[in-house]
């Protein structure tokens, strides 16, 4: 299936300047980014860690949290398996774009203050991980450049939907 | 100190041409769901009804947005053409599908396309409850996975 299939986008040019009330009328709607924002205000700066590893290892923290999820009980299998293949992905998107800006090649995120998965993970536990992980990721959009930035919020709204999945 | 200057924010061309083109596919929505809710069974043309709810909203706010910054709106086209004629309740679900991937494409584009803060946040939260609607009517339609897994992402 053709996904962009209804519109092919003609531009017609704007004057240009005003006060952006009206942009925060469009962001009150937004209660997640709205949190985002003051989360990040003062965190943009270039120095410290890239924070797409931090992103990274918690896609391959929520990957092998489901996986053990599964393991506990594996009539979850169906259920879960989805939802551990996409944070799979997004580990190896995130590794991949981590090395790029770094200029190396991608390596998968290593635990560095390794937290052990629960013992018996359930659906709740990976529900809550989810739930953080696109919090997280939602977090950073504010503040992230053109080139990173879709594919960290696509990483938050994907999270957000599989929370909504197995609710 | 906090004069007029820091309430005045210019939001550049890059950020209005975003948001027109992303109130284009808003209007493409809304044109799919009108035309889709009569071939659907009556809970999916119920779900539609809400999903074209929410796409009417995020389509007045872009165009108030746009009016306050003294850009015209866009205007909605008199029709669209489907990729595939909707038929019945399986190709209306599709074009649904095909609907909430082209407003996620834009969305996504406009996260992009500005940095503007609140304009990014209103744009992550049309992206997170686009993915759901997405999801739920990829899920009608029998496509995997069930949640796109990277949203907005154009092949």
């Known amino acids: 299936m053709s996904p962009r299939g209804l519109v092919s986008l003609p531009v017609p040019a704007g004057p240009v300047r005003l006060t952006r009330r009206r942009l925060i009328a469009l962001a009150a709607l937004a209660p997640v980014a709205g949190a985002a924002l003051s989360a990040c205000d003062g965190a943009s700066g270039s120095s410290g860690p890239d924070p ?42 995130l590794e991949t774009e981590v090395a790029r800006l770094a200029g190396g090649t991608p390596a998968p995120a290593t635990p560095a203050t390794s937290t052990a998965p629960p013992a018996n993970p359930t659906t709740a536990s990976v529900l809550a ?17 053109a080139a990173r930035v879709g594919l960290v919020a696509g990483v938050a709204a994907c999270c957000a939907a599989y929370t909504v999945v197995l609710s | ?24 596919t808003e209007h493409a929505a809304l044109w799919a769901y ?72 834009a969305w ?34 029998g496509l995997t996975p069930v949640v796109p897994t990277f949203p907005g992402r154009t092949p």
């Open chain 2, 34 to 105: 009108s035309l889709i809710v009569a071939y659907l069974p009556t809970d999916l043309a119920e779900r539609a009804r809400g999903d074209s709810d929410a796409h009417r909203t995020l389509r007045g706010l872009i165009e108030q947005t746009l009016s306050d910054v003294g850009a015209r709106p866009v205007s909605a086209l008199p029709s669209y053409k489907p990729p595939t004629p909707v038929t019945d309740g399986p190709t209306a679900e599709q074009l649904a599908v095909v609907a909430e991937t082209d407003t996620l494409a």
């Open chain 1, 129 to 145: 991980s989810l739930k953080k992980s696109a919090n997280d990721a939602g977090a950073l959009v504010a503040t992230l450049p």
């Open chain 1, 52 to 93: 797409l590893i931090a992103l990274a290892r918690a896609a391959r923290d929520d990957a092998e949290l489901i996986g053990a999820a599964i393991t506990a009980s594996p009539a979850l299998t169906d259920r879960l398996t989805p939802a551990r293949q996409a944070r799979t992905d997004h580990a190896a998107a």
């Open chain 2, 108 to 141: 996504r584009s406009v996260l992009e396309r500005t940095t503007d803060k609140p304009l990014r946040a209103a744009a992550l939260d049309a992206l997170v409850s686009g993915t759901v609607r997405c999801m739920q009517w990829r899920s009608s339609a």
């Open chain 2, 1 to 24: 100190m906090s004069g007029p200057a820091q309430q005045r924010a210019s939001v550049d061309q890059a950020s209005i041409d975003a948001l027109q083109d992303v109130l284009e």
